[in-house]
């Protein structure tokens, strides 16, 4: 398999302030990575697609504004939850996309997450 | 759109017992399939896909699923439970490619498995 990691594994931080999540593959090169959050007792919601190179794609409903995305590298994306409220704490999780030579034989492989506590 | 529906958000079996999780599909175009785990404070670790070829997937811990399309679904299987097996399972489907949706992974509710000695 492919290692994805993230840091930092859990962070506290204090209502209005800024939170930054890297998201790093280990032994692959991704340019495509993905963003989740996922709420206590329920699955994962995709949040953003990171491009390496261009901007990221958010999906309906999440404010780009406020969680901002870089993919400066082709094993790093961040997150950085900005002004940071207490309905934000959560999950963070990311994903970073192994290509194969063939469509099908790509793999998505998800980093162990981020769990992010406002208060 | 593509949605996915995992049939009981709790299962719970004895140790050696069948292990089965259901997991239904909707897809506008011919899905990818995938089975991941999650242990408690973990990220998501793959245990099978199907994305072509032979409708019966075998993956990693003894776990296998197969894809049939005419009931639109992708139930995952093991023959024994271990006590370790228990965790949350999900099930996941994204496009086969092309377009915006390319790559996404649409999650069901996820099901927790618990296993009782």
């Known amino acids: 398999g492919a290692v994805v990691s993230q840091h930092p594994s859990w962070v506290i931080c204090k209502s209005g302030t800024s939170v930054k999540i890297e998201c ?9 990575m993905f963003w989740y959050r996922q709420f206590p007792k329920q699955s994962l919601m995709l949040m953003a697609t ?54 099908y ?9 981020t769990r992010l506590l406002v208060l | 759109a593509q949605s996915v529906t995992q049939l009981g ?51 990693i811990n003894g776990f296998e699923a197969e894809f049939k399309k005419s009931e639109t679904s992708f139930h995952l299987t093991k023959p024994s439970a271990h006590m370790s097996d228990a965790a949350e399972y999900f099930c996941a489907v994204s496009d086969r490619g092309g377009g915006t949706s390319y790559g996404k992974l649409t999650f ?10």
């Open chain 1, 105 to 113: 034989q790509e793999t998505q492989y998800f980093g162990p997450g």
């Open chain 1, 24 to 32: 790093r593959s280990l032994d692959f090169q991704a340019t495509t």
């Open chain 1, 50 to 103: 990171s491009n390496e190179g261009s901007k990221a794609t958010y999906e309906q409903g999440v404010e780009k504004d406020k969680f901002l995305i870089n993919h400066a590298s082709l094993t790093l994306s961040t997150l950085t939850v900005t002004s940071a409220h207490p309905e934000d704490s959560s999950f963070y999780i990311c994903s970073a996309r192994k290509m194969g030579l063939l469509s």
């Open chain 2, 9 to 59: 958000s709790h299962v719970s079996v004895s140790e050696g017992a069948l292990v089965l999780l259901r997991c239904n599909y909707s897809s506008s175009v011919p899905p990818y399939l995938f089975w991941y785990v999650q242990y408690p404070n973990q990220g998501l670790q793959l245990l099978l896909k199907y994305t072509t070829g032979a409708t019966l997937v075998k993956g």
């Open chain 2, 108 to 117: 069901g509710q996820g099901t927790i498995l618990t296993v009782h000695p």
